[in-house]
């Protein structure tokens, strides 16, 4: 059973129980009948956008492109009053007339197998004899294909796309019409051909699309990435989706933003491409190899081997990577934290420091020892706040390094928390410092580390929801994982008595 296909089924029931006409469509009907997975599913109805956001008033709705976007029950569905299109050209739709009936919106569809109509009992509406073309394993468009094509360039990487997921044929006169109509394709954005790009190059029978799309010629009609269309065609080896366009991005000398997003990762794939750009030849320093991390190393010069720019550099790459005296920031034996308890309010430079520590460790400049770390970052303070803050902070009594022990983990028993003494800070003479005092400020740091954890675990486990909620995507996820990151430090501050010493502190250390 297909939980999606089932959902849709329930919300065409919904729809026809409201008195409206309503059928599932396109290519969900098409890959549901192959018995492929699905990615969306489209419903075509009578009833108006309006109509369907009063009928699911109760979800989640997105108005897209004409359509309304529904988050029903885990899924997204794709929902669309019938219509006809008149074209004023490529592109360009002069006139959209919504209808009442199912044959208008399957005749504005572009391929026959698209244009199936499913029922909640599974029956199906094929106007236009798609389940033969899927039992042929033929694209063929609805109509004269020139047309077609003209309306909507787009169609051709449709195509390209159905082949290289269902590795079907193209019937002849619709491919004759693909070759003759490829310069409209010119006419487009990258933004606009990239969702249909991203699942060509991912498809199972992609070399098969690969090679049907360069012995047409249509590849020269795709800007930046023809060149990498070619090359692979005439020395074909599976690749990743990444690989394929750090190649044709490194070719053309710079990373491409909108065809970068069929990339999963787009900002990974920029540190990669630039990685490549900056060293053709792969001999990358310890700095590259630590900050950019040994996969993104390893991949670009994977990219300049394929482009005849670079030999094969792996061992050495990852050799070079296990020589490092620290791999990860986690193995530097004076943390994040124990800079940031050392500089107390004087943090407007710590980043800065920070990083000067890990490239002098990294070059062999600074061993990576607790104490002498520890003696650089109160040289480094002399630099940017002068002598007499140094010293002032250097008074006090060197703490344990954080990273020694982890700190345990305590049950949440809040009726039972302890009372926290009052914390005298690093400012006072040290001589008047007693025991008690310094093992209240050695726990205040260790609770400040458990802080974080717990704040990093509620963060993450809510980005997860959220995303499969469909309510984050790619960059959103920074600024609501710093919101969400700021909230749960607040709230648990403020309502759990083992942490609120650490807001009293800070309150002490603010009114200074």
Not at 154 to 175: H, M, N, P, Q
Not at 451 to 463: E, K, M, S, Y
Not at 480 to 501: C, G, H, M, W
Request: hydrophobic share 35%; charged share 30%.
């Amino acid at each position: 059973m297909n939980e999606h296909i089932e959902l849709g089924k329930e919300l065409l029931k919904i729809l026809i129980g409201k008195g409206c006409e309503a059928y599932m469509i396109g290519e969900a009907v098409c890959y549901y009948i192959l018995g492929l997975p699905i990615r969306e599913v489209e419903i075509a109805t009578s009833a108006t956008a309006e109509m369907v956001k009063g009928i699911f008033q109760d979800y989640r709705t997105e108005d897209e492109n004409g359509y309304v976007r529904l988050y029903y029950r885990g899924y997204d569905f794709l929902i669309g009053t019938f219509k006809r299109v008149d074209y004023r050209d490529d592109r360009t739709p002069l006139r959209m007339h919504y209808s009442k009936n199912l044959h208008d919106e399957v005749s504005a569809r572009d391929f026959t197998i698209n244009s199936i109509a499913m029922s909640p009992a599974e029956k199906y509406t094929d106007i236009y004899r798609g389940y033969e073309d899927l039992q042929k394993k033929r694209i063929k468009t609805i109509g004269n294909p020139k047309t077609r094509f003209e309306e909507n360039p787009l169609r051709i990487l449709t195509a390209f796309r159905f082949v290289s997921e269902l590795g079907f044929k193209i019937e002849k006169r619709t491919f004759n019409a693909m070759r003759k109509k490829a310069k409209l394709l010119l006419r487009m954005s990258p933004e606009a051909m990239v969702k249909e790009m991203k699942r060509i190059l991912e498809g199972d029978h992609f070399k098969k699309a690969l090679f049907l799309l360069v012995d047409s010629g249509i590849y020269k009609r795709i800007p930046v990435l023809k060149h990498e269309f070619k090359r692979l065609r005439n020395k074909y080896r599976p690749e990743t989706t990444d690989i394929f366009l750090g190649c044709a991005f490194v070719k053309a000398g710079e990373f491409n933003a909108e065809w970068g997003q069929a990339s999963e990762d787009p900002a990974r794939l920029a540190e990669i491409v630039d990685l490549a750009l900056a060293n053709p030849k792969g001999n990358f320093n310890s700095e590259d190899l630590f900050f950019k991390g040994l996969d993104i190393c390893l991949e670009a010069n994977r990219i300049n081997r394929l482009l005849n720019k670079s030999k094969k550099k792996d061992k050495q790459i990852q050799a070079a990577f296990e020589n490092l005296p620290i791999k990860t920031a986690d193995e530097l034996a004076f943390s994040k934290n124990d800079l940031k308890y050392l500089l107390k309010s004087y943090d407007a430079y710590d980043e800065i420091i920070y990083e000067n520590i890990l490239r002098k460790v990294l070059l062999g400049e600074l061993a990576n020892n607790y104490q002498e770390i520890r003696n650089f970052a109160f040289e480094s303070l002399k630099t940017y706040y002068g002598e007499a803050v140094a010293q002032n902070l250097s008074a006090e009594p060197a703490p344990a390094p954080t990273v020694a022990e982890e700190p345990p983990q305590q049950d949440f028993v809040h009726d039972a928390a302890p009372e926290i003494p009052v914390y005298h800070d690093g400012f006072q003479n040290p001589g008047s410092e007693s025991l008690e005092e310094k093992v209240r400020r050695l726990e205040l740091q260790n609770l400040e580390l458990e802080l974080n954890r717990v704040v990093d675990n509620l963060t993450a486990q809510n980005i997860e929801i959220l995303a499969e909620l469909g309510y984050v995507r790619g960059a959103e996820k920074i600024l609501v994982t710093r919101e969400l990151n700021r909230f749960y430090r607040n709230l648990l501050t403020s309502i759990d008595p083992k942490y609120q010493a650490l807001k009293k502190y800070q309150e002490r250390i603010d009114s200074k």
